[in-house]
């Protein structure tokens, strides 16, 4: 039985997660033997090495030099990219997550951004870069908070004030991009301080999708759901194949985000032109029904080449365009989030067989619904 030190936060859904996806490797393959260390980490190393283990798969901590003299195949979930590059990491794909981040504000109609992160996270870092680049190829600018130096690294009760001070001075209404889930939820607290509307005033979207956090802000925090349980999963199979001294061409295992899970604190339609607003509604009400170009156009009372110059000014699509992102996201959430066979998605959206289906999903997605599905879903 081969014996494996899990070296991961359990106080976030992000470490629980992956826990949970090494956990299930290990009832297909194994069983292994696990040591979570309640106490201080340091205290512990002596007696890891009386336990004898044949594998690792830890935050990249203070300690980690400290772990790497014990010469036991490694997997690192990192915070920053400085960690020793011989090792296999597991890394959240930040491209991929503020993406969908200003995909997702984008569709709003909103038209000022901001992004709130931490200064001394990498992640948080690349995730602004990303976030303000997608922003500016949609032709917006993007507002980005900084930490004063004088404030101290996890000092939330004297950094209130400056956030504050911060989102006062944005235009409104304004679609914040939060780091993670803590983030956002500062953000909430403040905006309830300073009393401004979520998300009438501040439309705010967080990542993790940690249910705990989401839920006990007021309102609920819209958040980016990540692949967090199948990158376990995954870390788990690759430090076996270390442990077997198998070949590995593997190094990197990216934690990708699956899809937006909206709650009150981004469910806004911030689109100043009547018509444009009352399509979208149309569209999204309807979109599990196989509707038309010509539908949506019916329902405003205009002419379609004017709905059309509308749409494109005031959201940057097409009418058809709007009804392929909102029933994609639809059959995404279903694939994810329910039991529903292929079939029935099929006849809900009204497809004419899952072949059809599977093409138009496809050519979005790049990935078929069952591969989707078995990425994305919990296992």
């Not at 299930?24 to 512990?44: A, H, M, Q, T, V």
């Not at 995404?332 to 497809?351: A, G, Q, R």
Request: hydrophobic share 40%; net charge positive; aromatic share 8%.
């Amino acid at each position: 039985m081969k014996r494996i030190i899990l070296l991961l936060e359990t106080s976030r859904a992000f470490g629980r997660q992956l826990i949970i996806g090494i956990a299930r490797y290990s009832r297909l393959n194994g069983p292994w033997s696990f040591y979570k260390e309640p106490i201080d980490l340091k205290s512990s190393v002596p007696h890891l090495t009386t336990w004898k283990p044949d594998g690792i798969i830890m935050r990249d901590s203070l300690i980690t030099k400290e772990l790497l003299k014990l010469r036991i195949p490694t997997i690192l979930a990192i915070h920053n990219s400085s960690y020793p590059k011989n090792l296999p990491v597991i890394k959240t794909d930040s491209s991929s997550i503020a993406k969908l981040a200003s995909e997702h504000l984008i569709e709003k109609g909103l038209k000022n951004f901001a992004f709130c992160g931490f200064n001394n996270y990498d992640w948080s870092k690349e995730r602004r870069f990303y976030f303000n680049r997608f922003i500016s190829e949609a032709g917006y600018k993007t507002h980005n908070y900084i930490l004063p130096k004088r404030i101290k690294k996890n000092d939330w009760e004297n950094e209130q004030q400056h956030v504050s001070n911060w989102i006062k001075t944005l235009p409104k209404p304004v679609g914040i991009f939060a780091c993670n889930d803590d983030r956002g939820q500062h953000i909430l607290e403040v905006c309830k301080l300073i009393d401004l509307k979520v998300p009438e005033d501040v439309a705010v979207v967080g990542v993790d999708n940690d249910p705990m956090i989401c839920e006990i802000g007021d309102p609920p925090l819209t958040s980016i759901a990540l692949n967090v349980e199948s990158a376990g999963y995954e870390a788990a199979k690759l430090l076996d194949g270390l442990i077997e001294k198998k070949k590995i061409s593997k190094r990197q295992i990216l934690v990708s985000p699956s899809h937006i899970v909206q709650r009150q604190s981004s469910n806004i339609l911030a689109v100043d032109n009547a018509e444009v607003a009352l399509a979208i509604r149309y569209i999204r009400n309807n979109a599990k029904n196989k509707i038309l170009v010509k539908d949506v156009v019916k329902t405003t009372g205009i002419s379609r080449r004017a709905l059309e110059r509308r749409f494109r000014k005031t959201i940057h699509r097409s009418i058809y365009d709007e009804i392929k992102l909102v029933r994609i996201e639809w059959i995404s959430k279903l694939l994810i989030e329910s039991d529903l066979s292929i079939s029935k998605i099929t006849s809900l959206f009204n497809f004419t067989d899952v072949e059809h289906i599977s093409r138009y999903f496809k050519k979005e997605k790049g990935i078929g619904l069952r591969e989707f599905r078995k990425l994305h879903q919990p296992r």
